[in-house]
Nanobody, 115 residues
Framework: QVQLVESGGGLVQPGGSLRLSCAASLSIFSIYTMAWYRQAPGKQRELVATITSGGSTNYADSVKGRFTISRDNAKKTVYLQMNSLKPEDTAVYYC?????????WGQGTQVTVSS
């Protein structure tokens, strides 16, 4: 059974930083596109950032220049470095792994940006 386990969420003041991690139990982690999504209260889940098996990255306009997605294939882990956090970044952040025929989600980790 595939598991994605997120960690690193918490409460941070505006302007602060957090690093989220997602450890995957995928047998061949390196072939998956990995992504971070988030869902704020009362809003739809939205894509935050993706990283392909080849290392290409893509970001939502709202986080460009502030967030960085990366992966360590040896550790089967994807990261989301979040800097200059804003109150509007408050959400539950979800890890996702995708390839044709397979789509897995983590349970989510709460990020709250508040003074």
């Amino acid at each position: 059974q595939v598991q994605l386990v997120e960690s690193g969420g918490g409460l941070v003041q505006p302007g602060g930083s957090l690093r989220l991690s997602c450890a995957a139990s995928l047998s061949i982690f390196s072939i998956y596109t990995m992504a971070w999504y988030r869902q704020a209260p009362g809003k739809q889940r939205e894509l935050v950032a993706t990283i392909t098996s080849g290392g290409s990255t893509n970001y939502a306009d709202s986080v460009k220049g502030r967030f960085t997605i990366s992966r360590d294939n040896a550790k089967k882990t994807v990261y989301l470095q979040m800097n200059s956090l804003k109150p509007e970044d408050t959400a539950v952040y979800y890890c996702n792994s995708y390839r044709v025929g397979a789509d897995y989600w983590g349970q989510g980790t709460q990020v709250t940006v508040s003074s």
